[in-house]
């Protein structure tokens, strides 16, 4: 039985993703997806032996940010190219908000937490519904 949850973390750790499945996570339509990773060098998924995009976790996660600053936060493409480029792909909370007064700053900071929150709500009905 122990060599079952090894096997199951081990498949489940290397997990990938189709551009349909992606498109319908994140609710996107596929054309999207495709446009993005020309906009987006840090989006790069690799392709399976017949040619098809395959998406990482990283990759799928990657989607969510880019959609997040693209749709909630009103960025453009190129600004949200630059903000992933300078704040780095993992977006580091601590560096959030800084560049705020104290209120405004905290504001920025919760809404920018919940909206990490959902996309990490989102991400783990994904993986339930999968079961």
């Known amino acids: 039985m122990a060599g ?3 096997a199951t973390k081990t498949a ?3 997990r990938v993703y ?6 319908r996570l994140a609710d996107l339509k596929a054309f999207v997806l495709r446009y ?7 989006l790069a998924p690799t392709k399976d032996d017949a040619g098809r995009r395959v ?3 990283e990759d799928v996660d990657m989607v969510f940010r880019i959609k997040r600053l693209l749709y909630d936060e009103g960025y453009t493409i190129a600004g949200a190219r630059r903000h992933l480029r300078e704040k ?5 909370p601590a560096h959030r908000g800084s560049n705020h007064g104290v209120d405004g700053g905290s504001q920025l900071l919760s809404r920018r937490m919940l909206l990490d929150l959902r996309d990490a ?11």
């Open 18 to 23: 189709t551009i349909g499945e992606v498109s």
């Open 55 to 57: 998406y990482r976790q």
């Open 88 to 92: 780095g792909s993992a977006d580091d």
């Open 12 to 14: 489940t750790e290397t």
């Open 36 to 42: 993005w990773e020309t906009e987006f060098p840090m």
């Open 4 to 6: 079952n949850v090894t």
């Open 121 to 131: 709500l989102h991400a783990f009905l994904t993986l339930l519904e999968r079961r």
